[in-house]
């Protein structure tokens, strides 16, 4: 199957509808990805389907726990620009913070964003743990693929949220070791099982709130 006929299938199956202005962006996305890659080592996946649904569709499934509206959010790791940029193509109207500590990959995710015309979104070179009190409180939510524990994340990113903030994660099988270091369950918010299309996996979308007594007892 063609890269943009699997990328269309894999949005219908998430319900997701896309201009082809935004189709295209993608396409671009993944034309660059693969282009840069050789040289900055920024994926391990090397094929366009494995680049289409590991990364742009995986990174789509955190839509399902996004409030609607404008938000502030943060992808914290970003890496290559993912989950940030593909939700950043599908809701323009949400102001994005991508925080990624590797010079090279800020460099693509810079390139990327002058690349596709992307606005209200920026680059931080920088680790989610070391930002600096300006951002204390900054955003609505958090989101990351990379490899935080969710107490990890919760003591790395809940300085960073707004009151009533969120914080998102997608878990694999496992998430039950990991909802056991946690001294308070008060702080999972919801767990949405949700299918990754085309490739038959399931992941676990953990959304967990920043509640200070829950943030206290595990530190």
Not at 49 to 63: A, C, M
């Amino acid at each position: 199957m063609k890269p943009e006929a699997l990328l269309k299938k894999g949005l219908k199956e998430l319900g997701i509808s896309c201009s082809e202005t935004q189709t295209n962006s993608f396409m671009t996305y993944l034309s660059e990805l693969r282009k840069w890659n050789s040289a900055y080592n920024l994926t391990a996946l090397k094929t366009d389907e494995d680049i289409i649904v590991k990364h742009f569709l995986d990174s789509l499934l955190y839509l399902k726990a996004l409030p609607e509206g404008n938000l502030k959010l943060a992808d914290a790791g970003s890496g290559a620009g993912f989950p940030g940029i593909p939700i950043k193509i599908v809701r323009p109207e949400i102001d994005i913070t991508l925080i990624e500590s590797s010079r090279k990959k800020c460099s693509f995710l810079r390139h990327m964003i002058r690349s596709l015309n992307l606005t209200q979104i920026n680059v931080l070179e920088q680790r989610l743990e070391n930002l600096g009190d300006e951002y204390k409180s900054a955003f609505d939510v958090i989101v990351s693929r990379a490899a935080f524990s969710m107490k990890e994340f919760l003591n790395a990113a809940c300085a960073y949220v707004k009151k009533g903030g969120i914080l998102v994660l997608s878990k694999g099988p496992k998430m039950t070791e990991e909802l056991k270091e946690l001294s308070s369950e008060d702080a999972v918010k919801d767990i949405l099982k949700v299918a990754l299309p085309v490739a038959n996996v399931e992941r676990n979308l953990v959304v967990l709130e920043c509640k200070k007594q829950a943030v206290r007892q595990m530190t």
